[in-house]
């Protein structure tokens, strides 16, 4: 029966899989398929001083660490200053929401910030991060950067999600 069960996991299941072992199936996501993220971009936020767009995340793994990476892309318009674009450079690691059936990510920490046309002393652009860090977290935390279809019975069955070897690997289980 048990042997009947894998046999309909592997028909039913996409992606790449990973192993099969006594801990489940387990499969590895392509960073493609992390990069067909929300409909939700551009995000436009509006502060006191300033105005900023984020665009679409570039989401990746870099190698050797257990964090998602993503660059995001920006557009900055602050008072006393000329428009410019940029981008962050962030990590955070994964986790599964069971209720929304979605991979998110937590502990997210802004580790670059770049403009391409402006020289900003450390100050302003630590001003800049500090502001933008509960955007960052709100986005990652409500926009899920892999989901797994809610009318599928998949995602009642993902026992953890990981990094390993620089790939996001989901293992389904009971």
Not at 17 to 40: P, R
């Amino acid at each position: 029966m048990r042997s009947l069960f894998i046999v309909l996991l592997l028909i039913f299941f996409t992606g790449c899989i990973k192993k099969l072992d006594s801990d489940g199936l387990t499969l590895k996501i392509d960073q493609s398929e992390l990069n067909s993220s929300s409909k939700k971009f551009p995000i436009k936020k509006d502060f006191v001083f300033a105005n900023v767009e984020l665009e679409k995340p570039n989401i990746f793994i870099k190698d050797h660490t257990n964090r998602i990476n993503a660059t995001i892309n920006m557009s900055l318009s602050a008072i006393f200053m000329p428009s410019s674009d940029g981008s962050f450079a962030l990590s955070g690691s994964p986790y599964f929401d069971k209720d929304k059936s979605a991979i998110f990510l937590k502990d997210v920490k802004i580790e670059e910030l770049k403009f391409t046309n402006l020289d900003i002393n450390k100050d302003f652009t630590n001003l800049i991060m500090s502001n933008m860090k509960p955007v960052i977290d709100n986005i990652f935390s409500n926009i899920p950067i892999y989901e797994i279809d809610k009318s599928s019975f998949k995602g009642s069955f993902v026992k953890y999600v990981k990094i390993e070897d620089s790939e996001l690997l989901v293992t389904f289980g009971f």
